[in-house]
Nanobody
Framework: QVQLVESGGGLVQPGGSLRLSCAAS????????MGWYRQAPGKQRELVAV???????NYADSVKGRFTISRDNAKNTVYLQMNSLKPEDTAVYYC????????WGKGTLVTVSS
């Protein structure tokens, strides 16, 4: 089993930045992918960004050029640097780890508001 510990959420003004972190621990063997999803009130959960073990990554069109995903393999930690934040980025952000099974974090709230 895998445990995910998230941090970095909070309140930020439009145009500001936040950095989310997610550290995976437990019975980890050959992680396939780590990434971030988000769910806004009344909306479906959507993929934000994912980093694959092979070194490739992909982003939702709505965040391309503003968000950057990165991973520290030694620490089994994935990061999401969020710049130029917009009110529509407001959502609960969930960390995801895939290695045969899919594991989810509890979510961290990001609120973008003046």
């Amino acid at each position: 089993q895998v445990q995910l510990v998230e941090s970095g959420g909070g309140l930020v003004q439009p145009g500001g930045s936040l950095r989310l972190s997610c550290a995976a621990s437990g019975s980890i063997f050959s992680i396939h992918a780590m990434g971030w999803y988000r769910q806004a009130p009344g909306k479906q959960r959507e993929l934000v960004a994912v980093d694959f073990s092979g070194g490739s990554s992909n982003y939702a069109d709505s965040v391309k050029g503003r968000f950057t995903i990165s991973r520290d393999n030694a620490k089994n930690t994935v990061y999401l640097q969020m710049n130029s934040l917009k009110p529509e980025d407001t959502a609960v952000y969930y960390c995801m780890v895939s290695h045969g099974m899919v594991y989810w974090g509890k979510g961290t709230l990001v609120t973008v508001s003046s």
